[in-house]
Every structure is written in C-alpha cells, then in structure tokens.
Nanobody, 121 residues
Framework: GQQLMETGGGSVQAGGALRLSCSAS????????MGWYRRGQGVVKETIAT???????TYADSVKGRFTISRDNTANALYLQMTDLKPEDSALYSC???????????????WGQGTRVTVSA
C-alpha cells in the first residue's frame, strides 16, 4: 500500500532539538508537495511546514526560524529539523503528501500515523 511512516519523536527538555523523518512506501514523493502537521492536546491540527517539488518552503509563524523542512527524493523521505524546542511544541507530528506538486491547495491525500514529541520545561 501507499504509506507514510514517521520516526524520530521523543522527549526532550526545552531548548533541545529533534529531527523527525518521514519515509514513504508504495509511491515516490518527488512529484508531490509534502508537509508536516502537528496536533497538540486540545489544539486543532496545525500545518507547520510545507515543501514543494522545487524546494520552496513555508512555515507557520510559531515555528519559523526554529524548524527546517527538507526532502530527499532519492531516499523518498521528508525531514523536519526542530531546534530550540518549547513546551508548546509538544504534539503528535504527522507528515502528509499533497496531490499537487505545488503547495497551493489543501489536497492532502496521504497521512502518516504520527510520532510524539514531548518537550519539558
């Protein structure tokens, strides 16, 4: 089947860093916009970063300057480097594939199960 699987979550102290990975199977991601979402406790799902097929990125204001999204089409993988983590970054982080090459519309069609990030003060 066509799947996305996230790894790299864990527990860190505030100010720490984590790198999340998202591996795709059953299809190639090189033709799709890809993104990272998160859902914290009591919070709606938030789009935190996207990257299109040309490498153009967007970030939510809440993570801008601290998180970096990247992709390796050869490895068929997506990454999220997170630095200067804060307790409010604690959430379930999921990767997703958009049906379009550019990230101009919310046509997300494939989601991973997510990886948990917990940041303690």
């Amino acid at each position: 089947g066509q799947q996305l699987m996230e790894t790299g979550g864990g527990s860190v102290q505030a100010g720490g860093a984590l790198r999340l990975s998202c591996s795709a199977s059953g299809y190639q991601i090189d033709g799709y916009c890809m993104g990272w979402y998160r859902r914290g406790q009591g919070v709606v799902k938030e789009t935190i970063a996207t990257i299109d097929i040309n490498g153009t990125t967007t970030y939510a204001d809440s993570v801008k300057g601290r998180f970096t999204i990247s992709r390796d089409n050869t490895a068929n993988a997506l990454y999220l480097q997170m630095t200067d983590l804060k307790p409010e970054d604690s959430a379930l982080y999921s990767c997703a594939a958009n049906s379009l090459p550019r990230c101009r519309e919310n046509r997300w069609w494939n989601w991973g199960q997510g990886t948990r990030v917990t940041v303690s003060a």
